[in-house]
Structures are given as structure tokens and as C-alpha cells.
Nanobody, 122 residues
Framework: VQLQASGGGLVQPGGSLRVSCAAS????????IGWFRQGPGKEREGILC????????YYLDSAKGRFTISRDNAKNTVYLQMNNLEPEDTAVYYC????????????????WGQGTLVTVSS
């Protein structure tokens, strides 16, 4: 099982960024993919998740209305679209997977990607 997060970078406040999570080694269609982040000096927190049945669940209030998640099962890839980014969104963003259902707790996920750094700064 492998998850590869990519697409991070430096973006100005108010800008947008899309990060991707490419998966391999398991039956992608049946698995939920969650996005988490860990800012400097902070604990890892859940942002949102897309289930095996394509249901989206938000775990971070500040992400509502700004972040969206989608999946392309043909490409075994999940995307996190982030709009109107704020300096507080600066963090390493991780994707993780578990079978079918979503969870906001990192301990419930079986496999993790290596993370991609998003820096929001002018």
C-alpha cells in the first residue's frame, strides 16, 4: 500500500492550491481517503474525508466553504482543492486511508502518505 501526496508549495494569502494523493497497492474504490494537516508546533488534525461511497465529511470548521475533496477512481487519486488560503493554513498536509468509512481521528487510519508542505505567506 502506498500513498503519495503532492502539489504543495508557497501560495499568497487568498490564493488557491490543489494537492493530490495518488494511491496504489489496494482496491482504491473501496477505501476512504482522509486529509489531515500538522502545523508548526501543533497536533495533527483532520480536515475532511471522502468515503468509499463518495460521501464527504468535514472535520475542520474553517475548511467549510473553502476546501473541497474529490476522487478519481480511474486514476486512484484524491484531490484536495483549497481556496481563499490563510496563513493559518500553513502546514504539512497528509492523506491517509482506511476501508470504506471516514473518521476524523488519525488513529483509525491504516496507511499514510509522506505529506506535502503548504506555506501560505506574502
Amino acid at each position: 500500500v502506498q500513498l503519495q501526496a503532492s502539489g504543495g508549495g508557497l501560495v499568497q494569502p487568498g490564493g488557491s492550491l490543489r494537492v493530490s494523493c495518488a494511491a496504489s497497492g489496494f482496491t482504491f474504490d473501496y477505501y476512504a481517503i482522509g486529509w489531515f494537516r500538522q502545523g508548526p508546533g501543533k497536533e495533527r488534525e483532520g480536515i475532511l474525508c471522502i468515503s468509499g461511497s463518495d460521501e464527504t465529511t468535514y472535520y475542520l470548521d474553517s475548511a467549510k466553504g473553502r476546501f473541497t475533496i474529490s476522487r478519481d477512481n480511474a486514476k486512484n487519486t484524491v484531490y484536495l482543492q483549497m481556496n481563499n488560503l490563510e496563513p493559518e493554513d500553513t502546514a504539512v498536509y497528509y492523506c491517509a486511508t482506511q476501508f470504506w468509512v471516514c473518521s476524523g481521528s488519525p488513529i483509525n487510519y491504516d496507511y499514510w502518505g509522506q505529506g506535502t508542505l503548504v506555506t501560505v505567506s506574502s
